[in-house]
């Protein structure tokens, strides 16, 4: 069974860092892009950051500077590392993954989701 699964949410307060971790399981063949998307309560989920295969980043603009994604191949795993928290950061943030499953299988794949909440 493929399955993402995020880790390192969280309650911290303003202008604090957290740290979140993906990791991809399960027979997969190859991983395209990699990503983590957020949606706060009433709003739509929307992009963090996402990162393809050879290293190559986007950031929704709002968030440059203080939020960073990275990969490991090897290991199958995606992080944020997320650092000057504010209230507005406060979200559901989810792991988004292309996943190869076969030569005839592929598809965007989705975590469960982790709690961020920056709050005093």
């Known amino acids: 069974q493929v399955q993402l699964v995020e880790s390192g949410g969280g309650l911290v307060h303003p202008g604090g860092s957290l740290r979140l971790s993906c990791a991809a399981s399960g027979s997969i063949k190859s991983i395209d892009h990699m990503g983590w998307y957020r949606q706060a309560p009433g709003k739509q989920r929307q992009l963090v950051a996402a990162?393809?295969?050879?290293?190559?980043?986007i950031y929704a603009d709002s968030l440059k500077g203080r939020f960073t994604i990275s990969r490991d191949n090897a290991r199958k795993m995606v992080f944020l590392e997320m650092n000057n928290l504010k209230p507005e950061d406060t979200a559901v943030y989810y792991c988004?993954?292309?996943?190869?499953?076969?030569?005839?299988?592929?598809?965007?794949?989705w975590g469960q989701g982790t709690q961020v909440t920056v709050s005093s």
């Open positions: 990162i393809t295969s050879g290293g190559s980043t």
């Open positions: 988004n993954a292309g996943l190869v499953i076969t030569k005839f299988v592929s598809g965007r794949y």
